[in-house]
């Protein structure tokens, strides 16, 4: 069994974060269509917000205790005065995909902030969209609507979290 953590990113952790980003928007890239910049990189402009804007939480995935990607969350404040979680950026190393990684935790995430959730994706993505759907099926027993946006570029689940016993390791099946 492969144990996946999920800790909060510590401001220390800024610089191994940045590299992780420039993997995922490298990726991500076929969707977006983003280029590199004159240096040769991607850049992540809201990176340094999430040490200083409380409603912005930064966090590290580790597979066996090496590094392995990384889940951006946002908290938002509702008209109704309750607030909503959703994923920024959510990204899994391909070497640790397609083995129920993403799933544990996308889930231990949700976990951690009870309450409602929104998740979008690109809609040229559609693995990102095949993979939330499943994993947020999967979480809410199929408990979730989906929308488009409004300007029809993204795909969007909400659903409610329950919040379960918090458990920052949890094994994963090994190949």
Do not use: C
């Not at 191994?16 to 990189?41: I, P, T």
């Not at 200083?52 to 090496?66: A, H, N, S, Y």
């Not at 509702?78 to 899994?92: L, N, T």
């Not at 959730?117 to 099926?137: M, P, T």
């Amino acid at each position: 069994m492969l144990h996946v953590e999920v800790t909060k990113a510590l401001v220390e952790d800024s610089s191994v974060l940045r590299h992780l980003l420039e993997l995922y928007m490298y990726d991500f890239s076929e969707f977006a269509g983003w280029d590199v910049n004159d240096h040769g990189l991607f850049g992540y402009k809201y990176l340094d917000h999430y040490w200083t804007e409380p409603d912005r939480i930064p966090f590290l995935i580790r597979v066996g205790g090496k590094l392995a990607g990384f889940v951006l969350v946002r908290i938002h404040e509702r008209d109704d005065g309750g607030s909503e979680a959703s994923i920024a950026e959510f990204f899994v190393m391909r070497k640790y995909r397609r083995r129920g990684i993403g799933r544990t935790v996308a889930w231990r995430v949700f976990d951690m902030f009870p309450g409602r959730w929104e998740v979008s994706q690109l809609k040229e993505n559609a693995s990102g969209r095949a993979f939330w759907r499943d994993v947020i099926a999967g979480y809410t027993g199929g408990s979730f609507t989906e929308t488009t946006s409004e300007d029809s570029r993204r795909t969007i689940q909400r659903f409610g979290a329950p919040g379960r016993a918090p458990s920052p390791s949890l094994p994963v099946e090994s190949p």
